[in-house]
Every structure is written in structure tokens, then in C-alpha cells.
């Protein structure tokens, strides 16, 4: 059974840094993608950053410069390093991972999903 579990969220100040993690279990495919997505209050969840299994990476105009998505595989653990962070990155961030190597940002493309991580930036 695939687990996906974040954490690392929080309240910080504008300008200010986040680690994201995200502890992956239970997963065994060789080819894979994993993203972090957020969901602000009242709007839809969109994609972050993704990274696939041979480390190539896609990251969201809105947040490009500023969040970096890496990966341990010694570890399991998917990270979002967030820098220079504004009030409108306040959301729910999840983890997400689907089989296959395509890098995607689009929600309806992900399988498995971590229960999420709040990050509040206040101005």
C-alpha cells in the first residue's frame, strides 16, 4: 500500500522559508512522477513543482526562481524548498505520486495523495 506523508508546513512571514517533506512507502515502480500541488481557500488545487525518476523537474511560472523540488531516493523522501515567500502561497500543500515517467502538473494525472500541509504566509 503506497503512504504518502507530509510535513514541514507552517506560518511564516513574507520573505520568509519553508522544507516541505514528504515520506514515500509502499511504492516500488521504477518509473514514476511525484508533484507537490496546493489548494488555496476557495480556489482549485494546482500544481507546484514535479520531479520524475530520472530527476527531471517541472516547476509552476507562478512559483518558478523561488520553490526548488528535490528528491532523496536513499531516503524516500520527496522535498519543496520555498523561498521568498508570498501571502498568495498560503495553501494546503500535498504530495502526490502516479506511475510512469511523463512529468505532469495537472491533478487528474496522480494517483496516490498525502493528507497535506498547511502553509500560512502573512504579509
Known amino acids: 500500500q503506497v503512504q504518502l506523508v507530509e510535513s514541514g508546513g507552517g506560518s511564516v512571514q513574507a520573505g520568509g522559508s519553508l522544507r516541505l517533506s514528504c515520506a514515500v512507502s509502499g511504492y516500488t515502480s521504477s518509473s514514476y512522477c511525484m508533484g507537490w500541488l496546493r489548494q488555496a481557500p476557495g480556489k482549485e488545487r494546482e500544481g507546484v513543482a514535479a520531479?520524475?525518476?530520472?530527476?527531471?523537474?517541472s516547476v509552476a511560472e507562478s512559483v518558478k526562481g523561488r520553490f526548488t523540488i528535490s528528491q532523496d531516493n536513499a531516503k524516500s523522501t520527496l522535498y519543496l524548498q520555498m523561498n521568498n515567500l508570498k501571502p498568495e502561497d498560503t495553501a494546503i500543500y500535498y504530495c502526490?505520486?502516479?506511475?510512469?515517467?511523463?512529468?505532469?502538473?495537472?491533478?487528474?494525472?496522480?494517483?496516490?495523495w498525502g493528507q497535506g500541509t498547511q502553509v500560512t504566509v502573512s504579509s
Open positions: 502526490a505520486a502516479r506511475a510512469g515517467y511523463a512529468l505532469t502538473l495537472q491533478e487528474y494525472r496522480y494517483t496516490y
Open positions: 520531479i520524475d525518476s530520472d530527476g527531471a523537474t
